[in-house]
């Protein structure tokens, strides 16, 4: 372990010198590091994850095996953004100018350019704050250049729906991580991928296991949450599915007929399901009054 110790609420978090995994790439891909911007600060990246575990973390008021589950993932994300920093880093130290033109004639890369010139698809595939804001280190960006934000974390307070979210937030960037290992032919690229893959697998299976561990201790179930007393709902559309499409494909789906998944009420299926209010939505008129201010609005010279 390494020699500093930062103290934070209780909690103290130790860094090793060492990195949790290689992330080490053979050459040079300025563009690839755009593309793996991704998987760090995009909606579904290792910063969603980290501060969506360690705030649901920091907040869980259940049992102490919850807490540390989130918060040893949570610290594990901390080690995966990183090592994605890393990679992205080091793919962009010593970049000559052919690099970014070879990156270009990649057959996915051009594939999905749709025959643009390669020299200028090179440049626009560029991320401009690599060169002119980080000095060629990994931004808090995603690939389009947009910038993370909180907004993409969860932390509800309740341990259902914040778990049901992880398990979707793995899955999803499992998807990414999965394109961008075919995007690359790099083998310390994909090297680095192959262990986020790997974790992504044991992070869905953990969130599943916790989610039905939950429901087993009885501390939330299906609906949830589900202390709300589902008489203050609308009963009869509890368990009504609505058919809004031509045909009746979806009446071969489970989700349409028989007990519901939460064993509280039986399937209704409803075709073609009509109106249930003869409220057109129709708004109040404004007063002569108001509309006359508001076209004076449009009358105000600079």
Known sequence: ???????????VFYRARQLQYTARP???????ARALQEILGGQ????????????????????????DLLLDTGTEEMAHVEMVSTMIARL???????????????????????GQRMDDAAVAMLNASHAVV??????????????????????????????RFNLTAESQERVQIARLYAMSDDRGVRDLLSFLLARDTMHQNQWLAAIEELERDGIDQTPCPSRFPQELEAEKYAYAYF????????????????????????????DRPLPLTEDEGHLTPCSQETVAVLSSLHDVTP
């Open 44 to 67: 579904w990246g290792e910063i969603t994850m980290m501060m969506s575990y360690l705030s649901q973390g920091w907040n869980c008021r259940g049992p102490a095996k919850y807490r």
């Open 92 to 114: 962009l130290e010593r970049a000559p100018a052919d690099a970014i033109s070879e990156a270009a004639t990649h057959p996915m890369v051009a594939a999905a350019l749709g």
């Open 26 to 32: 053979e050459r040079p891909d300025p563009i690839f």
């Open 243 to 270: 058919n809004m499409s031509e045909g009746a494909e979806t009446t071969e789906g489970r989700w349409t007929h028989g007990v519901s998944s939460d064993g509280r009420g039986e399937i209704l299926y409803v």
């Open 134 to 163: 980080s000095g060629g280190g990994a931004t808090f960006d995603d690939s389009t250049g947009q910038p993370w934000t909180s907004r993409y974390a969860a932390s509800s307070g309740n341990l259902l729906a914040d778990f």
């Open 1 to 11: 372990m390494g020699a500093t110790a930062l103290q934070v609420g209780g909690l």
